[in-house]
């Protein structure tokens, strides 16, 4: 079914309203006087690890003996706790359960990390281990290794001081099996009890070279937001964190997953907020690739069908997948170095990587005091701690971290504050899942029109009773920065009214929701940073990334090009509601605006997924400028688009010659195609794209794969 973008415009300014403030009110002279006294701080916990100038732990130190400052400012330490584990770690006696059948639970229960309380420091002296379980990421056989890793750790390595919890992600939640404990049969009962192959429907499909050419079909919502598969696990991640830092010692996460590949630089603000968490938290990430040493064949194991195309031939499809499975490891890696951990790759003895977790925290001091900035901004504050006495020993400790963000319960007027502070804050929001397609569009000799379309899933956003319809309103805002002088260049402030009935109130949880605005630029490299809100819970969303806008001018080997946009949807202009303010900027920005034709908007296809029953457009322009003086060329450029699967095309449009738009300078050359999804089979293709000159007998080539869904 096509999409529909149903949103209506609204005005850009928030509007203010008046209400009586309640100064007091009248009260029997003779009752009781109650009293409440409430205030808010905010208790900063540092782990540090002491040692002297021979490597050895330093032992003995109390409040006295340290110095905390936070972004310069003296700090008053409230409490030391010193944390010896090596003197009291002892091997445990062997467990029951090593010769007795386990008892096996029927449902695995669900609990939660209890804290530490003032009566009871349960946590006190204790390693605190938690092995999480991303189901998500791992196929089967990379499950079981790790469950009998687990359980290799647990039976044999497990000391005195250990508390170990399970943790287990499988794409829907993340579920704690196991608070810390050291009931070594409870843990083991546990592991037996995991399902294995649950949660790898979503392992991650990469769409390269090595692609396995299956001629399936494949449903539409998973292909849909492939791209916010990444940004769910780490937003899984960063809630184990959360979870976590409920507990004031350190935390070790041994992470269990069969690689983790970022989407390009799509997903760059969940990982930095993922990061930002932990080290609040005070959890590091041990990352365990779960598939061990690999001994891969160059197009690939049994787990994948055969590419079945040209690039088995010419050594792309080997490259591909050799690359594909070094990008799957860095993201591991970044995750562990970023947070104070060590990754395991390319060992099929995956209990070494929970033992080197355990060993890496055996003495430190806990540290807690209430910060002096009581600001809850969002912004980084730099900790550093220092001896009283300068005996020459080594620190290590957290080098700082960002603050809270409170954005609840705000006015008209706070709401504003708070998305102009969220678009300030180095450590993005990331609980709305945010995805953006940049084009360009050339105007003149030096400016560029650049359309942007931004997609959140509907699942996501919340509905409200108003006027007996169902309601959602999202707030926008947005800036440009040029990467090179650092100054902000442009920016967006816009809201969108979405009014929906009973009937497409229920596809919300199916349908993602569009927004489209436009920018003038200049060529270069830019940086855009774009926020959404869902007005009625007050969800924040970040899309960060760079893009480059090239000097078409300078193009002389090939024929310069704009961006090609594919699309499945015309949405006619007068279906959106304008607000009276707001429709003379639209107005503006439509008149420039090239996917604006003939009273109706073409809208880009950000995830670049196409339904069978509907056609598939292809816009672009190309450019064939004369010389300031010179007559403009009538030659006309030739042009077709082709489809490619396995290698071999499977569907060419005829082609077709447009002559240059003889009142611009530019030789502007619109070319337009309508493909016709239905007469194509559900599959992935890749889309071609030539543009050829007979005059100059120049050409150029664009491709980039696409999906048909039933």
């Known amino acids: 079914m096509m999409r529909k973008v149903i949103a209506g415009l609204l005005a850009g300014l928030f509007g203010l309203s008046a209400s009586a403030q309640q100064i007091g009110q009248n009260k029997d002279p003779n009752a009781a006087n109650d009293f409440t006294l409430s205030m808010k701080v905010q208790l900063v916990v540092e782990t540090v690890v002491v040692k002297d100038k021979q490597g050895n732990a330093v032992e003995g130190l109390t409040a006295k003996d340290f110095l905390v400052t936070e972004d310069g400012a003296p700090q008053t330490i409230r409490f030391c706790e010193h944390q010896d584990l090596a003197a009291n770690a002892k091997p445990l006696q062997q467990s029951k359960a090593a010769d007795e059948d386990l008892k096996i639970y029927k449902r695995l229960a669900r609990t939660q990390i209890a804290p530490e309380t003032v009566e009871k420091e349960r946590y006190k002296n204790r390693r605190l281990l938690a092995l999480y379980f991303d189901m998500s990421a791992m196929r089967p056989a990379d499950q079981l290794r790790s469950l009998y890793a687990a ?39 546990i592991l037996e009890t995991m399902i294995v192959g649950e949660g790898q429907d979503s392992a991650e499909e990469v769409d390269d070279a090595s692609s396995a050419d299956t001629g399936a079909a494949f449903g539409q919502d998973d292909s849909e937001f492939n791209v916010f598969n990444t940004d769910r696990q780490l937003s899984a991640l960063q809630t184990a964190a959360k979870m976590l830092g409920q507990v004031n010692e350190k935390k070790s996460l041994i992470y269990f997953a069969g690689g983790l590949r970022l989407n390009g630089i799509n997903n760059q603000a969940q990982l930095h907020a993922t990061v930002d968490a932990a080290i609040k938290a005070g959890v590091s990430f041990w990352p365990i690739d779960a598939r061990g040493l690999v001994a891969e064949a160059p197009l690939g194991d049994a787990t994948q069908g055969s590419q079945g195309n040209a690039n088995i031939y010419n050594g792309a499809a080997a490259n591909a997948t050799t690359v594909a499975f070094q990008y799957s490891q860095d993201t591991l890696y970044a995750l562990a170095g970023d947070t104070g951990g060590k990754a395991q790759f390319d060992s ?187 007005d009625e819970t007050g969800r924040i969303g970040t899309y960060q990334t760079t893009f480059v806008i090239p000097n078409l001018n300078k193009e002389e080997k090939r024929i310069p090009i704009s961006s090609v946009v594919l699309s499945s949807q015309r949405v006619e202009l007068k279906q959106a509601l304008y607000d009276a303010a707001k429709a003379k900027e639209r107005e503006k ?43 403009p060329s009538t030659q006309p450029l030739m042009a077709f688009v082709s489809l490619y699967s396995a290698g071999a095309e499977v569907f060419k449009t005829a082609p077709i010659a447009v002559e240059p738009n003889a009142g611009t300078r530019l030789g502007v050359v619109p070319l337009s195609f309508d493909l016709g999804a239905n007469r194509l089979a559900p599959g992935r293709y890749d889309c071609q794209v030539t543009v050829l000159d007979p005059a100059t007998s120049k050409a150029t080539f664009w491709r980039a794969p696409i999906v048909i869904a039933p």
Do not use: W
């Not at 005195?160 to 843990?187: E, G």
């Not at 949880?509 to 869902?534: C, Q, S």
């Open 151 to 189: 359980e290799q750790f647990i039976r044999t390595q497990m000391t005195s001081v250990d508390l170990v919890s399970i943790m287990r992600y499988n794409s829907a939640s993340v579920d704690v099996l196991q608070d810390f404990t050291a009931d070594r049969d409870r843990l083991l009962s």
């Open 348 to 534: 099929n003895d995956l209990d070494r990587g929970i033992v080197q977790a355990q060993q890496a925290i055996s003495d430190y001091y806990v540290i807690g005091y209430y910060t002096t900035n009581t600001a809850r901004n969002g912004k980084f504050r730099r900790v550093r701690v220092a001896l009283a006495q300068d005996t020459g020993a080594k620190l290590e400790f957290r080098q700082g971290y960002y603050a809270d963000k409170e954005f609840t319960k705000f006015t008209a007027v706070d709401k504003e504050r708070q998305l102009e502070d969220a678009l300030m804050l180095e450590d993005p929001i990331t609980e709305l899942s945010i995805a953006m397609e940049i084009d360009y569009f050339q105007l003149n000799r030096a400016e560029y029109f650049v359309p942007i379309v931004v997609k959140i899933p509907g699942r996501e956003l919340a509905l409200a009773k108003r006027g007996g319809a169902e309601h959602t309103l999202i707030d926008f805002v947005g800036e440009i920065k040029d990467m090179v002088g650092g100054m902000t260049v442009s920016n967006v402030r816009d809201n969108v009214n979405i009014k929906l009935s009973d009937a497409t109130a229920a596809e919300l949880a199916h349908r993602p929701i569009e927004y489209d605005t436009g920018f003038t630029l200049l060529p270069g490299k830019y940086m855009i940073k774009f926020l959404a809100r869902d």
């Open 589 to 631: 920005e439509d008149a420039v605006n090239p996917l604006v034709q003939g009273g109706s908007k073409l809208v880009p296809s950000v995830t670049r997924v196409f339904n069978s029953s509907r056609s598939i457009y292809v816009y672009l322009q190309a450019y064939k400028p004369h010389p300031e003086g010179a007559p």
